[in-house]
């Protein structure tokens, strides 16, 4: 199946600083919600500048749906809806008029049912004729998203769509990018909130330092997620992990005092019965138990440890 964006070799550098974005190889599946979630600075906004043709690439080309972005530029623009994080819409316009623009600007005939649905969508009909300039924030965000659906886009691309909005936004904001998924429409958002790349999409793609360190199924991480540790500390130290335990689930501290075991809490059973009847048959004495699981966060955080930029 043909890619709804593939990315291949791209990679970006400024004509100041180091590069934004090394060498990046992706596809972007049809349909997908596609969450790409990293540091500030990371490159999340030069990749999304890349795909929709508003920066240009150092190498490397991106397809949309197989328009090239640079040399089919019209058919590839055509085909994506871009939500910037920047509010620029201090329009004297009114809604209306801003987002019926939107869809003239890709030569796309008027279609006032279309627009009318997409004003509804995002609870901005009441509002149609209210010039730009008199929304509150969270409103002028919504305009942002009608104007980048006013061309029906196939890919829609929302750059940190719920920074900064309050949770009944953020919330309709979810609902409205299920809905398109059921329309068939691809989406790519960036965002810093985990949970929320955790609540919406399909995959998730971890972004460093311009490097793509991580593109995981969201089940896959969840996967993972299901992992679980048991810290156990001990009444008196040991010098080494006593035969007959599972040695590779099982880590001893530097000081002799603490057994970490870790253990796939959606496999089955954890298998801390036998774990601890294998202590006791050893003469182990536990002074104390914890669990603990580990999180999206802290596999994110882990992935990016150490090598976020110096502020
Ligand atoms: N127009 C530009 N000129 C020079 N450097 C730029 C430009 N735009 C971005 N950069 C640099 O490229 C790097 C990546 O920036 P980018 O905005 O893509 O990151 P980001 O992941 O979107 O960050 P944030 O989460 O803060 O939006 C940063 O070091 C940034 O300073």
Request: one cysteine or more.
């Amino acid at each position: 199946m043909q890619p709804a964006i593939s990315i291949q070799t791209v990679s970006k550098t400024y004509k100041s600083g180091p590069p934004a974005l090394k060498t990046v190889d992706l596809d972007i599946r049809p349909g997908e919600i596609f969450a790409l979630l990293g540091p500030n600075g990371a490159g999340k906004t030069t990749l999304i500048g890349i795909c929709c043709g508003t920066v240009r690439a150092s190498t490397g080309r991106v397809l949309v749906e197989g328009h090239d972005v640079v040399r089919d530029y019209k058919a590839a623009r055509r085909r994506v809806g871009l939500v910037p994080q920047e509010l620029h819409t201090d329009s004297f316009e009114s809604v209306w008029a801003t987002v019926s623009f939107s869809r003239g600007l890709f030569g796309h005939a008027p279609n006032p049912a279309h627009i009318e649905r997409v004003l509804r969508d995002l609870s901005l009909w009441e509002k149609r004729d209210a010039k730009i300039i008199t929304l509150s924030g969270g409103m002028k965000r919504r305009v942002l998203i009608a104007k980048a659906l006013a061309h029906e886009p196939r890919v829609l691309f929302l750059d940190e769509p719920t920074a900064g909005v309050d949770v009944e936004l953020r919330r309709d904001m979810w609902v409205l990018v299920r809905r398109l998924r059921e329309q068939g429409v691809t989406i790519v958002l960036t965002t810093h909130y985990i949970e929320e790349a955790e609540e919406m999409a399909d995959r998730i793609g971890v972004i460093n330092r311009g490097e793509l360190v991580l593109v995981e199924e969201k089940a896959e991480l969840m996967r993972r997620l299901g992992k679980k540790r048991l810290t156990i500390d001990l009444d008196a130290p040991l010098a080494a992990l006593p035969d007959g335990l599972p040695a590779e689930q099982l880590a001893l501290s530097e000081d002799g005092r603490r057994l970490t075991y870790s253990f796939d809490a959606k496999a089955g059973g954890s298998g801390i019965g036998t774990l601890m009847e294998r202590l006791r048959a050893a003469g182990v004495r536990i002074a104390d138990l914890n669990t603990e699981q580990s999180t999206l966060e802290d596999i994110f955080v882990e992935l990016v440890h150490d090598e976020r930029p110096a502020a």
